[in-house]
């Protein structure tokens, strides 16, 4: 006799794990595997169909098992929200365990810079985790209490996708898989369980909207210490600039090389290095398109310098000033930046001008 129980949770397997490999693929994670754009294509051509013979099969085994029509329409909605769920799970997991590991194009950290970051992910991993967990309990009569917990979490995936698109101006390609996930993981829950009258499915979604629109508000945080690393430290800092650099930029290494052999006359000024994309965020917010950048606090306030020639003659002016003392750490609160000086010598993706 045909074990259709096994062969069901065996197909379902099969594309949960095809789904996952999929979204590792053609959205470029995990860069140490080097995908080429042909085996991106080449993903979406063979595992995305794959996973999807798999829940059919899975589906047929399944339509086996369970006589009850109704029971069985239940029972793929389920599924299919499962699927979506497990596979958002996992993909979160590997981002908490690895962090930088998963997503390094600019885009990336240009989301992980205005959002919430972290503190999101946690959240959406507990949500998640909740979610899966409640596929399995017995639903209300109506439906209206688990209706209450699934529908904030389909506005708050599609107000992320619409933040990145409309405020970030950048599409994270370890975000987009998540987020779909979430809107494949409540939308089955959301037919299955949307009985009640369309006033409330309606109220529901604004406040869900509303949420996440605050939840995902944009913000910038302060640079990881562990991004910066020391150029120039004087004795006598009193004040403490951050140079915004990229490795192959010649004006950069100018910038670079003028305060390795200037660091005797540099007094009271400590210069920490900051690569362009943990910093591309920054940029963005005050439309500066290429480096070097210097960011330098002065009094209350933030001085932004761009170009290679006004860096070089504020290095040079104060050679023989004697700055004020300001203990303020944080260089990147948005309303103490001043708008930015420039003076040529600037490297943009286009190419470095003069």
Not at 288 to 310: H, M
């Amino acid at each position: 006799m045909v074990n259709y129980n096994f062969l069901e949770k065996l197909m379902f397997g099969g594309s949960l794990v095809s789904f996952l490999f999929f979204c590792l693929a053609f959205f470029g994670l995990f860069p140490f595997l080097n995908i080429p754009t042909w085996g991106k294509f080449l993903a979406l051509g063979l595992l995305l169909p794959q996973a999807v013979i798999f829940f059919f099969l899975h589906v047929y085994f399944l339509r086996r098992r369970e006589q009850d029509p109704e029971r069985f329409q239940e029972k793929i909605f389920l599924s299919l929200s499962r699927v979506f769920t497990l596979n958002a799970l996992v993909l979160i997991g590997i981002k908490l365990s690895v962090h930088k590991g998963v997503c390094t194009a600019e885009s990336c950290h240009v989301v992980d810079t205005f959002s919430p970051g972290e503190e999101l992910l946690i959240f959406s991993f507990s949500y998640l985790l909740l979610l899966f967990f409640l596929t399995f309990k017995t639903v209300s009569s109506d439906g209206r209490a688990e209706l209450f917990f699934v529908i904030p979490g389909f506005c708050g995936a599609f107000v992320f996708l619409a933040r990145q698109v409309v405020d970030y101006q950048a599409l994270c390609h370890f975000c987009i898989p998540v987020d779909l996930s979430l809107i494949g993981a409540t939308a089955p829950l959301i037919l299955l369980w949307g009985r009640q009258a369309l006033l409330e499915k309606v109220s529901l979604a604004v406040c869900g909207f509303l949420a996440a629109f605050i939840a995902t508000g944009l913000w910038l945080k302060p640079l990881n210490q562990k991004d910066l690393k020391p150029l120039l430290i004087s004795p006598e800092s009193k004040k403490i600039a951050i140079l915004i650099y990229e490795e192959d930029c010649p004006h950069c290494h100018h910038v670079i090389d003028f305060c390795k052999k200037e660091r005797e006359k540099i007094k009271g000024l400590s210069v920490y290095l900051c690569e362009q994309k943990e910093a591309a965020a920054l940029l963005r917010l005050l439309d500066i398109p290429g480096v070097p950048v210097l960011v330098v606090e002065d009094t209350n306030e933030k001085e932004v310098l761009v170009g290679e020639g006004s860096i070089l003659a504020y290095l040079k002016e104060i050679t023989n000033s004697h700055p004020q003392e300001k203990k303020d750490k944080s260089i990147l609160s948005p309303q103490d930046l001043l708008p930015p000086v420039w003076d040529g010598g600037v490297c943009t993706p286009e190419g470095c001008g003069s």
